[in-house]
């Protein structure tokens, strides 16, 4: 069984320039995470999808921030535009039900905003 | 809000030498609590997850634990590869899918 994946695996942008990221979540799992680790941060909690549906955007910083699951299966996550602070590690999670179950993460994207 | 805080930071071991780390939280009733290993460059990989109090399990050297308030993760008999970051994660009833993540700990371990 493949695992998450995400791409591009590194980003170099400019400030005011705009990312998009994506996520594949496992085959079958309905949930789709979004977090990021800003640096000497833990790792804090964006977004939850339910198939194509946003169940809970509360960490979400602003509203540079759009995420998608179009069709319920991938994700992407675009961050327009990019400020400074927006440098960190994104990583993405999906599990088969969302209460208490496990999450699996995929890789990261480590994004650089120059 | 939901809290995790997990000690040491940092922890040095001899390969063998046989020791514990702790993940502290504070929710609003524990949905689930999670071990996950983070190699450098790398995403968190899960390790164990716990539910209820009382509650144990063990994966080769490893082996974690839960009470009410805390939950350890033991390590026997650590090798040089078992170094890494260990990551603790919570869910809670009133935020289920939402995990909260402490700081981790990043292990050492040398030959």
């Known amino acids: 069984e493949a695992g998450v994946t995400q791409f591009p695996s590194h980003s170099v942008i400019e400030k005011g320039q705009t990312v998009t990221l994506r996520c594949d979540p496992i085959s079958g799992h309905d949930n789709l995470y979004w977090y990021r680790r800003v640096m000497g941060k833990e790792i804090k909690f964006l977004l939850h999808f339910v198939k194509e549906s946003k169940q809970d955007e509360s960490g979400m910083p602003n509203n540079r921030f759009l995420a998608e699951r179009t069709g319920g299966t991938y994700s992407t996550l675009k961050v327009q535009p990019a400020e400074l602070e927006d440098s960190g590690v994104y990583f993405c999670?999906?599990?088969?039900?969302?209460?208490?179950?496990?999450?699996?993460f995929g890789p990261g994207t480590r994004l650089t905003v120059l | 809000e939901d809290q995790v805080t997990q000690s040491p930071e940092a922890l040095r071991l001899q390969e063998g030498e046989s020791s514990s780390l702790n993940c502290s939280y504070t929710v609003s009733g524990l949905r689930g609590l999670f071990w996950y290993r983070q190699d450098p460059g790398k995403g968190p990989e899960f390790l164990f997850t716990?539910?209820?109090a009382g509650e144990e399990k063990e994966k080769e050297r490893l082996k974690a634990t839960l009470t009410k308030k805390e939950s350890f993760l033991h390590i026997t008999a650590p090798k040089p590869e078992d170094s890494a970051t260990y990551l603790c994660a919570v869910q809670a009833d009133t935020n289920a899918g939402k995990s909260t993540f402490g700081d981790g700990t990043t292990l050492t371990v040398k030959p």
């Open positions: 999670a999906s599990s088969r039900s969302w209460m208490g179950d496990t999450q699996y």
């Open positions: 716990l539910y209820s």
